[in-house]
């Protein structure tokens, strides 16, 4: 069976707020954890009204403090906004406290706005230019024997796991040179996403770190006990979208049946592309989308997203999705 795993933006819905966003977060990891997924993966946003996990590496703490098994990570941490040392220490000390259970997925993109990435930036000269040589900085600091004359404390001899995440070419040659896991994006941006995975596993040098290809892909999915009754969880994950695309970024927004047949020409093609890897209703129809995607693709697991409104209804939909993949 392919593994699955989580992928948890930290939604704060409407009528909600950070606080709630947490608690949420940690009540779904353990969930996670006996539904037998295999990661937990928290993602770097800044700006966002909609999403909490800002202070990625301390959300990530306070997962793995709450449970006991699953891996949990960040899917991933926006290396341009820091600087290597600092990632270093901040994992090496998770890996500390939580050792043999702590990934680092690394992303070229600042993971907000223009104006929010200038006031994250260490530095005027810091950028996605710079991807390659930090993640090398990165990976040379969390080593046995670091070349720098500086060190990570804690953080050098840690070996945290290393993933590079992408949504396009760029992401898949890297991490086929250094010979690293690669996470593509196609829960939001599947365009190049075939292309992507054959160009890494075609390029892949093994490394220290992984002997051959793996390939882990985004998916969304919002699954309930009817067909009827995901599409109406799902028209929260449309509104998000449609918000964030059109400038009007909001809390997650409550479910709006028939929302999508209101929407113009446009925005249906906006969704319907930037979903496109998705699996949205009952149990057979999230089993059949589930394996179709797999056979499609050859992901060697999934990161499964579920973004919706009630977390009582989340919950459920993660059950349905494990209980879907094993049947």
């Known amino acids: 069976m392919t593994p699955l795993s989580v992928l948890d933006l930290a939604p704060i ?11 949420n977060s940690l009540s779904l990891a353990q969930h996670a954890e006996r ?7 928290l993602a770097e946003h ?8 800002a202070a990625t590496s301390v959300l990530i703490g306070h997962v793995a ?3 006991k098994t699953i891996r949990v990570g960040a ?4 290396l341009p906004n820091h600087s290597p040392l600092v990632i270093a220490e901040q994992f090496g000390t998770l890996e500390s406290l939580y050792p043999g259970r702590i990934d680092l997925g690394l992303g070229r993109a600042p993971g907000s706005d223009q104006a929010t990435a200038r006031a994250l930036r260490r530095n005027m000269q810091a950028g996605p230019d710079e991807f390659p040589q930090d993640v090398v900085e990165l990976i040379d600091f969390l080593s046995d024997a670091p070349r720098q004359s500086v060190r990570a404390v804690p953080g050098t001899g840690t070996k945290v796991p290393i993933w590079i995440l992408g949504s396009s070419l760029f992401g898949a ?21 075939m292309q992507a995975v054959e160009v890494y596993r075609a390029s892949f040098k093994p490394s220290a770190q992984l002997a051959k ?31 964030l695309r059109t ?23 906006m969704l319907d592309d930037v979903l496109s890897c998705s699996a949205i209703g009952s149990p057979d129809t999230v089993r059949r989308g589930l394996r179709a995607f797999i056979e499609r693709t050859g992901a060697d697991e999934l990161m499964v997203t579920s973004q919706i409104h009630d977390h009582a209804a989340r919950l459920r939909s993660y059950e349905i999705t494990a209980e879907s993949a094993r049947a």
């Open 13 to 23: 819905a409407e009528g909600a707020d950070a606080a709630q966003s947490f608690r």
């Open 35 to 41: 539904l037998g997924y295999r990661r937990f993966w």
């Open 46 to 53: 800044h700006g966002m009204p909609g999403i909490a996990s």
């Open 65 to 67: 403090g709450g449970t």
């Open 75 to 78: 899917g991933g941490i926006m």
């Open 173 to 193: 040659q890297l991490a086929a040179m250094l010979g690293l896991p690669y996470a593509f994006a196609s829960h939001f941006a599947p365009g190049q996403m």
């Open 213 to 243: 290809p793996y390939v882990m892909l985004g998916f969304n999915v919002v699954a309930a006990d009817t067909d009827d009754e995901a599409k109406v969880l799902a028209t929260s994950l449309q509104q998000a979208f449609v918000n």
């Open 247 to 269: 400038g009007r970024a909001s809390r997650l927004p409550r479910p709006l049946p028939g929302y999508y047949e209101t929407l113009g020409p446009m925005e249906r093609s």
